[in-house]
């Protein structure tokens, strides 16, 4: 089985920064796209960050210039640093990877648990 671990959430004031850390253990044969999502109470689930296996990513524009998304292979591992946090950044931000386990010849989509981010005022 896959398991994912996010850490690094935390309470913080506006303009401050985290670093979230979400690492992937268990049956990994590899991990093509990762990426990070993040929920709101009242809200739907929004993606945040995503970072190809090649290492191209994508941030939405309530984000982009403030947050950066990042990966380690060999630790299997996704990152997500955090600058110029707003209270609207509070939310549970949730980890996600499709992983490959062999001898499957296909990739499986697994989640995290969440950590929480709070950006006070």
């Known amino acids: 089985q896959v398991q994912l671990v996010e850490s690094g959430g935390g309470l913080v004031q506006t303009g401050g920064s985290l670093r979230l850390s979400c690492a992937a253990s268990?049956?990994?044969?590899?991990?093509?796209?990762m990426g990070w999502f993040r929920q709101a109470p009242g809200r739907l689930r929004e993606p945040v960050a995503s970072i190809t296996g090649g290492g191209i990513t994508y941030l939405p524009g309530s984000v982009k210039g403030r947050f950066t998304v990042s990966r380690d292979n060999a630790k299997n591992t996704v990152y997500l640093q955090m600058n110029n946090l707003k209270p609207e950044d509070t939310a549970v931000y949730y980890c996600n990877a499709d992983v490959r386990s062999s001898p499957r010849d296909r990739y499986f989509s697994y989640w995290g648990q969440g950590t929480q981010v709070t950006v006070s005022s």
């Open positions: 268990g049956s990994i044969e590899s991990i093509n796209n």
